[in-house]
């Protein structure tokens, strides 16, 4: 599945990748100590393409959903 960023921006995302937006959608805002070991490394790489968007605390650090975005559905 491709999300779309900007206008001619597309990043792809795996299938574990959408597992863990969709077990989060409700919680977003979510602080990193919340997060599950394994959804760590979910969240930095979601973070890195774009779809998350990161917010260091003093503490802690902050993941909420990118609201720019849109799920796009794989076409040939």
Do not use: C, W
Not at 40 to 59: P, Q
């Amino acid at each position: 599945m491709f999300v779309q960023l900007a206008r001619h921006v597309r990043v792809y995302i795996t299938q574990k990748q959408i597992a863990f937006v969709k077990k989060y959608m409700e919680s977003f805002p979510i602080l990193q100590t919340k997060l599950d070991v394994d959804d760590l490394e979910e969240a930095r790489v979601l973070s890195a393409k774009g779809i998350l968007v990161r917010k260091k605390l003093t503490n802690d650090t902050l993941y909420n959903l990118n609201k720019h975005i849109k799920f796009i559905h794989d076409r040939k």
